[in-house]
Structure formats: C-alpha cells, structure tokens
T-cell receptor, first 114, second 114 residues
Framework: AQSVTQLGSHVSVSEGALVLLRCNYS??????LFWYVQYPNQGLQLLLK??????LVKGINGFEAEFKKSETSFHLTKPSAHMSDAAEYFC????????????FGTGTRLQVTL | GAGVSQSPRYKVAKRGQDVALRCDPI?????LFWYQQALGQGPEFLTY????????KSGLPSDRFFAERPEGSVSTLKIQRTQQEDSAVYLC????????????FGSGTRLTVV
C-alpha cells in the first residue's frame, strides 16, 4: 500500500523567505505524487503533480517540487513566501494502476509572518 | 458546471438522525470520489465511482454509510443514525478517466453531529 509522511505539522516562515515543506512517500511501484493546498473552509486545490518524465515539477503560485527516487521524497518549495501562501498543504500519492484513490498525508500548516 | 458543487455547505444533525450529502461533479467527469476529513487531519478515502458503478467502497467506516450515483453524474452520500464521530468535512472530487488527471475537489460539506 502507498503512503506519504509529511514532516512538520506546522511551518512558519517570514515573508520573502524560502518555503520548504517536506514529504516522503512509501510505494512498491513508481508513484504518482501530488501536492494540494487548502484554504480555510475550502476544498483542496491542486498545486502540482508528478506522474512520469521530468522530476522537477512546476506548479501554480510559484511552487515547485522535485521527485527524488533515491530519497523517496517529493518536497515542495517556493523561493519567496507571500502572505497569501498561508494555508494547509497536503502531499498525496496515487496508485499507478487503474484510476484509484489518493492517500493523503496529515498536512502541514504554513504560517507566513511579516 | 465550472466546478464540483457540494450541498449543503453546513449541516447540523442530532445524533441518530439520517443525513444526505450531495455532490454535483464537473460535467463529463467519469470518476467521482468521496473523502472524509476530520478536524486537523488529511482527507481519508471513503468510496469511488466510475460512472454509475461503485468500484471501491473500502473506506466506508460502517454499514451506516451508503453512497450512490445512479445516473453516473450526481452522487449522494447518506449517513444513517449519525453519531458524534461522524462529525467531519465530507469532500467530493471528480476527475476525467485516466491516471494522469488530477482531481477537482468541491468545497465540502461540514457535518456536525450534536
């Protein structure tokens, strides 16, 4: 079974600083990996996804993530945090078989301070 | 429609009451998923439909939970004899067929059982 682990339930950065949110996965087959963002009282919005091909994936709002098989990681980064980035971020893994469920991590709440 | 629509947005139920939560997916989206998100947690898979067929219901926590999608579009999640532990946000997501597509999530229904 596939799973993801998000290290750090809360991350606080200053506006303009680097954002790094960590995600490690466990999968016996090549995984499909996703990052979602959730603003208060809203559903989840897809930031980016890795399926096959280039291991550095660029998403919306200036975020990107790099798939590193050797480290079983898919960390999310953004060079310069903005106040509007404050939200909950979820890493998820999907089986590469027939269309199937996503398994989510427990989430990381990002706080951006002045 | 332009997005996944869920109704009601908020539902307060007395313990023991039956509730029905509605999901209207994006037109043409074959796949439909229900997730349960407890406070401070990541979404947990409940069930999956491909058109009108319920292909995976392994995440339904008990036989009090029932989902249907009779015409392959709108879906209803029904919870019978609600209990306090059912309090959560219920998220619906839809997707085109195929593993390369991400999901589009609705804003969810927040269920509070009192």
């Amino acid at each position: 079974a596939q799973s993801v682990t998000q290290l750090g339930s809360h991350v606080s950065v200053s506006e303009g600083a680097l954002v790094l949110l960590r995600c490690n996965y466990s999968s016996s087959v090549p995984p499909y990996l996703f990052w979602y963002v959730q603003y208060p009282n809203q559903g989840l919005q897809l930031l980016l996804k890795y399926t096959t091909g280039a291991t550095l994936v660029k998403g919306i709002n200036g975020f990107e993530a790099e798939f590193k098989k050797s480290e079983t990681s898919f960390h999310l980064t953004k060079p310069s945090a903005h106040m509007s980035d404050a939200a909950e971020y979820f890493c998820a893994v999907r089986n590469t078989g027939t269309a199937s469920k996503l398994t989510f991590g427990t989430g990381t709440r990002l706080q951006v301070t002045l | 429609g332009a997005g996944v629509s869920q109704s009601p947005r908020y539902k307060v139920a007395k313990r023991g009451q039956d509730v029905a939560l509605r999901c209207d997916p994006i037109s043409g989206h074959v796949s439909l998923f229900w997730y349960q998100q407890a406070l401070g947690q990541g979404p947990e898979f409940l069930t999956y439909f491909q058109n009108e067929a319920q292909l995976d219901k392994s995440g339904l926590p008990s036989d009090r939970f029932f989902a249907e999608r009779p015409e392959g579009s709108v879906s209803t999640l029904k919870i019978q004899r609600t209990q306090q532990e059912d309090s959560a946000v219920y998220l619906c997501a839809s997707s085109l067929a195929g593993i390369n597509y991400g999901y589009t999530f609705g804003s969810g229904t927040r269920l509070t059982v009192v």
